[in-house]
């Protein structure tokens, strides 16, 4: 077969994204070739961007959460053809380590990891396409289940901190994630939902979708305007969305004694952070860790956006073509937008 190409934006080192024609990927027996209709941007998007990834190779293609149409399938494949609609998770846990059977494939030894969605065609590998693709229901659009992937990190972390009715909630960073947490708090019942960003345009989201209060860290003291909008206690709970130690410390102080904390935004390896220990100990406070997601999380992510009960419309921002990835990148991390959905089909 001789090699046809597509647009891809490709990394070339950190602070520089080139859109370079590259090969289609060829698929095996296993795999299918998805069309993208588009790829969302993301926080790992950004992160890999300012400083690269582990997981992505230099001169690949970035982007990893995407929908699209199935245009080739491979000769095992029975679950999928040529014209359906799917979405795909980014990974899939390998279902026979240790720790995949102790239920934990979201830190599985050999856990599969996918990228090169910001391009016309990505493949799909085949585990994921049995453990974690999914056909999109005919009452569903592209659009309102593009979050798979982030959603289930979401969920993992959520199942948790198993957030009660009539609790209380500080969600410390609301970017797309802590938007997600906010969603998921309010499925769960939790009456008092107190977002803080600095994104006036990320707060005004917050507040649409449902949260009770919104803080500005910029002109407010964050952890004042939350014990005071909790009786003096703190929350009940608190999720930290943020990716900084500043917002590690902040979801500690944020809760009341007996409170439950959710580390949700990875650190830099290089990282470190004092802990009041006597604090923490005397004030009986719980705190989860959570990474990437498990294939129950993904179909409970899956069942969430298909019904409704998550709505990831509302974290798109805008469109943008191919062509502009670096820029919307850009724009996330400026808090200009939640989330921007490319499109390799619109023209720049
Ligand atoms: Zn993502
Ligand atoms: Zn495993």
């Not at 909630?169 to 938007?179: S, T």
């Not at 500690?252 to 959710?262: D, F, P, S």
């Not at 498990?294 to 073509?321: C, N, Y």
Request: aromatic residues 4%; charged residues 20%; hydrophobic residues 40%.
């Amino acid at each position: 077969m001789s090699q046809q190409t597509m647009r891809g934006m490709v990394y070339i080192e950190p602070q520089k994204l080139e859109l370079r024609e590259v090969p289609i990927p060829q698929i095996g027996p296993d795999d299918i070739l998805v069309k993208v209709h588009l790829a969302t941007t993301c926080g790992t998007d950004l992160k890999t961007y300012k400083r690269g990834h582990h997981e992505i190779p230099k001169g690949s293609v970035l982007g990893h959460e995407l929908v699209g149409e199935v245009v080739e399938a491979g000769k095992n494949v029975t679950k999928f053809k040529p014209g359906m609609r799917v979405v795909p998770h980014n990974s899939a846990p390998c279902g026979t380590c240790y720790l995949c059977k102790h239920g934990q494939g979201n830190m599985c030894e050999s856990i599969l990891f996918n990228f090169g969605a910001f391009a016309e065609y990505i493949r799909i590998p085949g585990r994921i396409v049995d453990i974690n693709t999914f056909e999109i229901p005919e009452a569903n659009s592209y659009e309102e289940v593009a979050l798979l992937e982030p959603l289930s990190t979401v969920v993992h972390g959520q199942r948790l901190l198993k957030i009660q009715q009539g609790e209380s909630a500080a969600l410390i960073g609301i970017g797309p994630i802590g938007l997600m947490h906010l969603q998921m708090a309010l499925n769960s019942g939790a009456s008092n939902i107190i977002a803080v960003d600095i994104s006036d345009t990320r707060l005004e989201v917050a507040k649409k979708l449902g949260a009770t209060h919104i803080i500005n860290a910029n002109k407010v003291d964050p952890l004042e305007a939350i014990k005071d909008l909790t009786h003096g206690r703190g929350s009940d709970v608190s999720v930290e969305s943020t990716g900084s130690v500043a917002g590690w410390k902040s979801s500690l102080k944020a809760v009341r004694k007996g409170g439950r904390v959710l580390w949700f935004g990875g650190l830099k390896p290089e990282d470190r952070m004092d802990l009041e220990v006597h604090h923490i100990h005397y004030s009986e406070t719980t705190i989860y860790n959570t990474h990437h997601s498990s294939p129950l999380d993904v179909l409970i992510a899956f069942e969430l956006l298909t019904s409704g009960r998550v709505d990831a419309k509302s974290l798109i921002s805008m469109e943008m073509p191919l062509e502009k990835v670096e820029e919307a990148l850009l724009k996330m991390a400026a808090g200009e937008v939640v989330k921007v959905a490319i499109k390799p089909n619109l023209s720049a």
